[in-house]
């Protein structure tokens, strides 16, 4: 025991078998996203309502919903519309994100107290407000949903990559590749926008829990994908009529979005950590 506690708190993370769980159980996502007829071969939007409301079986491993259609395949399915959702709001994010933050730390001055108190403004409201706002402009559906995530999420990426970009603009070897006659646009794609950006992925997997927390949500208000499109939100909202009678309908969707959050915010912080040290 006292061995254990003797060992550096890197090393204990090494030990720690939930990132390599982590890792697995989003592999698994991925390949029920990008190919979801290898884990399962029922049709997720097919009904049968003489099976309706059946329990988790060697048949269904699941169960079947209220119109008798197979809850694993619905969740293997619904991966794909969850995850999309989720990585294309934070692929929105992160894009416009640093080319504003690069934007506001280059050319200073006018810009870049205009590009910070756009972003102060929507900081100020919280991000789920915020997405509803967008969403009664725009209405509801997966493009709009993922456009108003997209929106929200900006500021968070905008800032780090401005500050980066005050860091990594004056710095030693910055200054000295711009003594060696360098066109501006090469300075800055191939010495300043790596180090400034090179934060983003880790915030970007990081943010990847959150926004399909949030999509999720929003599709259980309605205002995702449209039925009987399988989406974990909708799933959920679906089944919240049948809990005393099919928990399954309701409970099996929740689980999947609960663990692959947690994944993602494992492997995220670990990467994070470990970025960290590197810098140290």
């Known amino acids: 025991m006292s061995v254990t506690l003797a060992l550096p708190a890197r090393a204990r ?8 769980a982590a890792a697995l159980f989003l592999l698994v996502v991925a390949i029920g996203t990008a190919w979801p007829q290898v884990l399962t071969a029922y049709d997720p939007i097919a009904a049968d309502p003489l099976q309706a409301q059946l329990p988790p079986s060697a048949v269904h491993w699941f169960g079947t919903d209220q119109l008798g259609r197979d809850v694993f ?12 959702i989720g990585v294309s709001a934070v692929g929105i994010a992160a894009v416009s994100g640093t080319l504003l933050g690069l934007a506001a730390g280059l050319l200073r001055g006018l810009a870049d107290e205009t590009i910070s108190r756009v972003l102060d403004v929507v900081s100020s409201f919280p991000d789920l407000l915020l997405v ?5 402009f725009t209405g509801p559906g997966t493009s709009n949903l993922i456009v108003a995530l997209g929106a929200a999420s900006i500021p968070r990426f905008a800032r780090v990559v401005r500050a980066q970009t005050f860091v990594v603009a004056g710095s030693g070897f910055v200054e000295q590749a711009r003594t060696f006659g360098l066109h501006r646009a090469t300075l800055v794609t191939r010495h300043i926008l790596p180090h400034a950006a090179a934060r983003v992925p880790i915030l970007a997997t990081i943010g990847l829990g959150s926004a399909i927390i949030s999509a999720a949500g929003l599709s259980f208000l309605g205002m995702g994908p449209p039925r009987p499109t399988p989406e974990w939100g909708s799933m959920l909202a679906e089944g919240r009529n049948y809990l005393r009678v099919a928990w399954w309908i309701s409970v099996w969707p929740g689980l999947v979005i609960t663990l692959t959050v947690l994944s993602v915010n494992a492997l995220g912080r670990r990467w994070q950590a470990a970025f960290d040290g590197r810098q140290a």
Not at 13 to 20: E, G, M, N, V
Not at 132 to 136: A, D, F, G, M, P
């Open 13 to 20: 993370q090494r030990r720690t078998p939930f990132p390599h």
């Open 73 to 84: 395949a619905r969740v293997v399915y619904g991966a794909r519309y969850s995850m999309l």
């Open 132 to 136: 509803l706002v967008l969403i009664s």
